[in-house]
């Protein structure tokens, strides 16, 4: 059975810090992982999407990177902003059409 | 392409009453996922459906939830009667064969009192 781990379950940097959140999985046979994001009260947003072959995604500020064999995943976050405060969620699935398993979240406070 | 469309945003119903959560998947997509999230329990998956057909209802917590997908362009779940503990955010999601990644909806607030 596939379980999605993160860590830390919070964090709160000071504005303009670099900073790494974790991800990790315990069957390396997925096809994706994706990170979204998710302000209070909101929907998820999808952030970047790495295929199982790739080793790593960026998008601006955001960079992403997939270690299948070791089940881990991180995503970096460049120069953090308060805008930047949000739970931060990892998913696994093994298909294209299969469910999706998450993972509890980090919540970021990025301070000004 | 307008993406994945729920309705209500938010819905406030007194406990013991009928509640109808509606989704419009992305066009073309065959896959539909319903997902509950709690602060308890994270994001679950309840039911997901092929080609208009329930195929994993085994996330459903109890009879009183139900799903349904009459075409391929709109699915509803259903609670009734609704209790306090439904209370959560529900999303839909939708999916094909050649998709990569998954685009959820706004969700549902769902709030029974």
């Known amino acids: 059975k596939q379980e999605v781990t993160q860590i830390p379950a919070a964090l709160s940097v000071p504005e303009g810090e670099n900073l790494v959140l974790n991800c990790s999985f315990t069957?390396?046979?997925?096809?994706?992982l994706q990170w979204f994001r998710q302000d209070p009260g909101k929907g998820l947003t999808s952030l970047l999407l790495?295929?199982?072959?790739?080793r790593e995604q960026t998008s601006g500020r955001l960079n992403a990177s997939l270690d299948k064999s070791s089940g881990r995943s991180t995503l970096y976050i460049a120069a953090s902003q308060p805008g930047d405060s949000a739970t931060y969620l990892c998913?696994?699935?093994?298909?294209?059409?299969?469910?999706?398993?998450f993972g509890p979240g980090t919540s970021l406070s990025v301070i000004p | 392409d307008a993406g994945v469309i729920q309705s209500p945003r938010h819905e406030v119903t007194e406990m013991g009453q009928e509640v109808t959560l509606r989704c419009k998947p992305i066009?073309?997509?065959?896959?539909l996922f319903w997902y509950r999230q709690t602060m308890m329990r994270g994001l679950e998956l309840l039911i997901y459906f092929n080609n208009n057909v329930p195929i994993d209802d085994s996330g459903m917590p109890e009879d009183r939830f139900s799903a349904k997908m009459p075409n391929a362009s709109f699915s509803t779940l259903k609670i009734q009667p609704s209790e306090p503990r439904d209370s959560a955010v529900y999303f839909c999601t939708s999916s094909t064969e050649r998709s990569y990644g998954y685009t959820f909806g706004s969700g549902t607030r769902l709030t029974v009192v």
């Open positions: 998913a696994v699935f093994r298909t294209s059409y299969d469910k999706v398993i």
């Open positions: 790495i295929q199982s072959s790739q």
């Open positions: 066009s073309g997509h065959d896959y």
């Open positions: 069957d390396s046979a997925i096809y994706n």
